[in-house]
């Protein structure tokens, strides 16, 4: 795999950097609901050296009714700051599932005009399956300036959505598996209705991911979103329950150089819960 600080990093570059001054991880793991897991607890528990925690659901918009969406810039900032993550720092974020949330931090940070960050391939599973150091103390934490730009256009509303999805000028790109997709299997939120945006295309986030939770090559990545029948050659939305594995969609097009992607954040939590928008199924 080619390490690009931007995008995805290896645990043999993390181990490479990871007494780098101007480095800061970031534990981001996070579960669906119903998965009975305490991210947190475990973070606890043991982490990567210095990793400090990023509390998904905290570190967001929690004026919404909607789960976990992108905080308001001031936020992001002061809590960034507080953890002693600022300007000119790389980051590397994780999670313990492989490649899932981590994706999200990495869309949130670019959203606020961050771009050195990195999620590191395999993650806090593929770090420990390889006998690599852990601790479990709490980082020491020393405030750190953050100037952040948002940037509009990595992230799209529910308006923005509906006015792509009518007119077709945008490929929409799901990542929930198959059979949410469709509409065969209820959604792990209650009270949404099942099935997808029309004129969605269903690449399951999975599909994107080697069976030890790395992520697969550019040239594989390629074919698999050629094979999807995705036409890239229009901006792409990419969504899926709650904006947080349409990111791991977002990552790999980014890796295989395709720029004009942006995240429905409300994702299915919200297209689902209102009647009057449209779904199909099937």
């Known amino acids: 795999m080619a390490d690009d600080p931007k995008t995805l ?22 579960y669906l609901p119903g998965e009975d897991r305490d991210p947190k607890a475990e973070y606890e528990r043991g982490h990567i050296p210095g990793a400090r925690y990023f509390d998904i659901d905290e570190i967001s918009d929690t004026r919404s009714a909607l789960p ?29 599932a492989g490649l899932f949330s981590a994706a999200r931090i990495w869309w949130l940070f670019r959203l606020m005009g961050k771009t050195d960050i990195a999620v590191l391939d395999g993650g806090y599973r593929k770090w420990v399956a390889e006998g690599r150091e852990t601790e479990d103390l709490p980082p020491v934490l020393k405030e750190r300036h953050m100037t952040v730009q948002r940037q509009a ?63 697969k090559t550019v040239a594989e990545l390629k074919t698999l979103f050629q094979a999807s029948g995705a036409d890239l050659s229009k901006p792409v939305i990419t969504t899926c329950g709650s904006g947080v594995t349409a990111a791991i969609l977002s990552l790999g097009l980014e890796r295989i150089g395709h720029r004009d992607h942006s995240l429905y954040d409300g994702s299915w939590a919200e297209w689902g819960q209102f009647d009057q928008l449209p779904i199909a199924t099937g």
């Not at 976990?68 to 980051?91: I, N, T």
């Not at 198959?178 to 269903?202: D, V």
């Open 9 to 30: 990093v290896s645990t043999d570059w993390l181990a490479q950097h990871i007494n780098d001054p101007d480095l800061r991880i970031l534990d981001a793991s996070w």
């Open 68 to 96: 976990h969406m992108a905080p308001p810039v001031e936020k992001f900032m002061s809590r960034m700051r507080a953890m002693g993550v600022g300007d000119g720092h790389q980051v590397v974020v994780y999670d313990t």
């Open 153 to 215: 256009h990595l992230v799209r509303d529910v308006t923005q959505v509906a006015a792509a999805a009518k007119l077709g000028n945008h490929t929409l790109l799901d990542a929930r598996g198959p059979a949410r997709f469709k509409g065969e299997e209820p959604e792990p939120r209650q009270g949404l209705r099942a099935g997808h945006i029309p004129g969605a295309l269903n690449i399951y986030y999975r599909k994107l991911l080697n069976d030890d939770g790395t992520m």
